[in-house]
C-alpha cells in the first residue's frame, strides 16, 4: 500500500474517533439532561410550600411549588417584552408581592396579556385583587447576556429579567427568584364574585430531550463518512494499481 494510502488511513481513523467521542459526549449530555429534567419534574408535581419553606439555596427552590400570601404593589410592576401566545405580540406582566411573613417583595409574574409592539400596555386594566394568595412555581433570575436588560425607551419594560440589574430597579429588596403564578385562583374569584379576567396564566414548564440525540447521530454519522469514504477511495486507487 502506497504512503499516502497509509497515512489518508490513519487520519481517517484518528478523525472517525474524535467524531465518536463527540458523539459519546453528546449521549452523555442527553443522559445529564434527562437526569435534570426527572429531578426538577419531582419538583413541580409536589405539593406547594409556603414561602418560608423553601430552600435557602436558590438552585433548590428552582422550579418548587410554592404559596406566597401578601398584597401586590402595582405602582411597580414590570412587564417582559417580546413575549407571544397563540401567535400574537404581548408581554408578561410582573407583579412586586409584599409576603405577610416580612422579607423581600417577591415578583410574581401574572400571565400575558396583548400588546401590538410587544413593549407596551395600560397594565391598570390588569390589576387584581391587591391581597392575594399566589400559587405557583418558583423560576431563576438569568445572569449575564447580550444586549440590554431593560429598553431605554420605555419605563417599566425589560427584554430579559437580569438578576443584577433588576436589585437597582426597586425602591425595595426583591427576593433572588420569581414567582410564575399558575392559573390556580379562578375558583375562588367566581366564588367570591371578584373579576375573574386576569392575564393568561402560564403553563407548566415543558421539558424535552433538547437536540443532543440529533447531534449524536451526527457525529458518528461524520465517524462512518470518513471511514467509508476514505476506504472507497483507497480500494479505488488499488484497483487502478
Known amino acids: 500500500m502506497k504512503r499516502r494510502n497509509v497515512l489518508a488511513a490513519v487520519f481517517a481513523i484518528v478523525t472517525a474517533l474524535i467524531f465518536a467521542r463527540l458523539g459519546v459526549w ?45 398584597s401586590y404593589d402595582f405602582d411597580h410592576q414590570i412587564v417582559l417584552s417580546g413575549r407571544t401566545h397563540d401567535g400574537s405580540p404581548g408581554v408578561h406582566i410582573l407583579t412586586p408581592l409584599h409576603p405577610e411573613s416580612g422579607g423581600p417583595a417577591v415578583l410574581v409574574n401574572r400571565g400575558w396579556i396583548y400588546s401590538p409592539d410587544a413593549a ?81 396564566r402560564l403553563k407548566l414548564p415543558e421539558m424535552d430531550d433538547g437536540p443532543h440525540m440529533n447531534y449524536a447521530i451526527q457525529w458518528f454519522t461524520f465517524a462512518v463518512v470518513a471511514l467509508v469514504g476514505v476506504g472507497t477511495l483507497i480500494a479505488q486507487d488499488i484497483r487502478r494499481r
Not at 129 to 136: L, T
Open 120 to 200: 407596551t400596555a395600560d397594565l391598570g386594566k390588569w390589576d387584581e385583587p391587591p391581597h392575594a394568595s399566589v400559587s405557583g412555581y418558583v423560576e431563576d433570575f438569568v445572569r449575564g447576556g447580550r444586549g440590554v436588560a431593560k429598553l431605554p425607551s420605555r419605563q417599566n419594560a425589560w427584554t430579559r429579567l437580569d438578576a443584577d440589574e433588576l436589585r437597582g430597579a426597586f425602591p425595595f429588596p426583591i427576593a433572588p427568584f420569581y414567582v410564575v403564578a399558575l392559573d390556580t385562583l379562578v375558583e375562588y374569584r367566581a366564588a367570591h364574585e371578584l373579576p375573574t379576567v386576569t392575564p393568561v
Open 26 to 70: 453528546q449521549l452523555q449530555r442527553l443522559s445529564e439532561r434527562r437526569a435534570r429534567n426527572a429531578a426538577l419534574a419531582s419538583r413541580l408535581h409536589t405539593p406547594a410550600l409556603p414561602l418560608a419553606q423553601l430552600p435557602a439555596d436558590s438552585a433548590g427552590a428552582h422550579w418548587r411549588r410554592v404559596i406566597v400570601v401578601g
